[in-house]
């Protein structure tokens, strides 16, 4: 069974710049496409970022495109989000996902595994 924990979230002001991880345990780890979400106090939780399997193909919401970046390195089970030009909208609970399929869905649902989440927080 696979498990993740996220890691890299903060405090940082706007203009800044973040690396999250997700560190995944399980040996499958590279045949899963993984996503980035994000939850802000009293909203839903929305999508960010997601890549396939094989880190060839990514996805990202209109809100973060040019600015994040996420990449995966199988050998280390772990999945990053790079974060950068923060703004204070971005502020969030951070969560990495894993989903049953090799390529990337915007979907929340088709995700079966998530993480604990990790805070961001960006001050103007």
């Known amino acids: 069974q696979v498990h993740l924990v996220e890691s890299g979230g903060g405090l940082v002001q706007a203009g800044g710049s973040l690396r999250l991880s997700c560190a995944a345990s399980?040996?499958?780890?590279?045949?899963?496409?993984m996503g980035w979400f994000r939850q802000a106090p009293g909203k839903e939780r929305d999508f960010v970022a997601a890549?396939?399997?094989?880190?060839?193909?990514?996805e990202y919401s209109d809100s973060v495109k040019g600015r994040f970046t996420i990449s995966r390195d199988n050998a280390k089970n772990t999945v990053y989000l790079q974060m950068n030009s923060l703004l204070p909208e971005d502020t969030a609970v951070y969560y990495c996902?894993?989903?049953?399929?090799?390529?990337?869905?915007?979907?929340?649902?088709?995700?079966?595994?998530w993480g604990q989440g990790t805070q961001v927080t960006v001050s103007s």
């Open positions: 399980g040996r499958t780890f590279s045949n899963y496409a």
């Open positions: 890549i396939s399997w094989s880190g060839g193909s990514t």
């Open positions: 996902a894993k989903a049953p399929r090799y390529y990337s869905t915007r979907n929340s649902v088709e995700y079966d595994l």
